[in-house]
T-cell receptor, first 115, second 115 residues
Framework: NAGVTQTPKFQVLKTGQSMTLQCAQD?????MSWYRQDPGMGLRLIHY???????DQGEVPNGYNVSRSTTEDFPLRLLSAAPSQTSVYFC??????????????FGSGTRLTVV | AQSVAQPEDQVNVAEGNPLTVKCTYS??????LFWYVQYPNRGLQFLLK????DNLVKGSYGFEAEFNKSQTSFHLKKPSALVSDSALYFC?????????????WGAGTKLIIKP
C-alpha cells in the first residue's frame, strides 16, 4: 500500500515555464487536495476534488490548474511559473468512514523553486 | 467564519517534562478535530482525532488530546517529552455538516524539546 505518491520531490523552474506536479493515491479515496506550505503561513488550500470529474478552488487557486479524470490521480499544473510560487507543495487524500471521517493522508511533498 | 487558532508559534520543553500544545477552534456545527505532526523535510502525519465519545483521545507516539466543548479547545498533551518529539504540530477541524471533507488548519506550532 503506497498511500499518496508525489513526483517530483524537487524541481527548479525558470519564470514563465510550466510544469505538472503529479499526485497519485491507491486507497480509493474520493477526496484529494493540493496545499502549499510557506514559512509562517501554515497550509493553504489550492484546489480540491471530491471525486472524478469534480474539482473546486481553494484559498489560493490563482496560477494553478487541476483535473481529476480518475479516482487515483490529481495533477497540479503551474501555467506560467512565478517566483511567488516557490513553496513546498503537498497532496492529500481522504475518505469518510462509517460514523466519522478518516483523516487526511499526505504525500511527502514537492519542493519547488522558481528563479 | 470557521477557524483554528494555535496561539503559540513555538513551545520549548525540557526532555522528560510534560508538554502541551494548544488549539482552539470555531465552527458553526459540531466538530471533528485532528492533530498532525510534521518532521523536518517530511509530509504531515496523522497523530489522533476526536470524532465522538470520550473527550480524552489517545494517539500515536504517546500523545493524547482533550476535547473541551465549553472552551472550544483541543489541546495536545504528552506526559513526558522526548527529544524526538521536536517537530511542527498542526491542529485541524472539520464541521460535521461539511460534505466537501474540508479541514480548516491552524498555522502550526513548533515544538522544541531540549535535552
Amino acid at each position: 500500500n503506497a498511500g499518496v505518491t508525489q513526483t517530483p520531490k524537487f524541481q527548479v523552474l525558470k519564470t514563465g515555464q510550466s510544469m505538472t506536479l503529479q499526485c497519485a493515491q491507491d486507497m480509493n479515496h474520493e477526496y484529494m487536495s493540493w496545499y502549499r506550505q510557506d514559512p509562517g503561513m501554515g497550509l493553504r488550500l489550492i484546489h480540491y476534488s471530491v471525486g472524478a470529474g469534480i474539482t473546486d478552488q481553494g484559498e489560493v487557486p490563482n496560477g494553478y490548474n487541476v483535473s481529476r479524470s480518475t479516482t487515483e490521480d490529481f495533477p497540479l499544473r503551474l501555467l506560467s511559473a512565478a517566483p511567488s510560487q516557490t513553496s513546498v507543495y503537498f497532496c492529500a487524500s481522504s475518505t469518510p468512514r462509517t460514523g466519522g471521517p478518516g483523516g487526511y493522508t499526505f504525500g511527502s511533498g514537492t519542493r519547488l523553486t522558481v528563479v | 467564519a470557521q477557524s483554528v487558532a494555535q496561539p503559540e508559534d513555538q513551545v520549548n520543553v525540557a526532555e522528560g517534562n510534560p508538554l502541551t500544545v494548544k488549539c482552539t477552534y470555531s465552527v458553526s456545527g459540531n466538530p471533528y478535530l485532528f492533530w498532525y505532526v510534521q518532521y523536518p523535510n517530511r509530509g504531515l502525519q496523522f497523530l489522533l482525532k476526536y470524532i465522538t465519545g470520550d473527550n480524552l483521545v489517545k494517539g500515536s507516539y504517546g500523545f493524547e488530546a482533550e476535547f473541551n466543548k465549553s472552551q472550544t479547545s483541543f489541546h495536545l498533551k504528552k506526559p513526558s517529552a522526548l527529544v524526538s518529539d521536536s517537530a511542527l504540530y498542526f491542529c485541524a477541524v472539520r464541521d460535521r455538516g461539511d460534505s466537501n471533507y474540508q479541514l480548516i488548519w491552524g498555522a502550526g506550532t513548533k515544538l522544541i524539546i531540549k535535552p
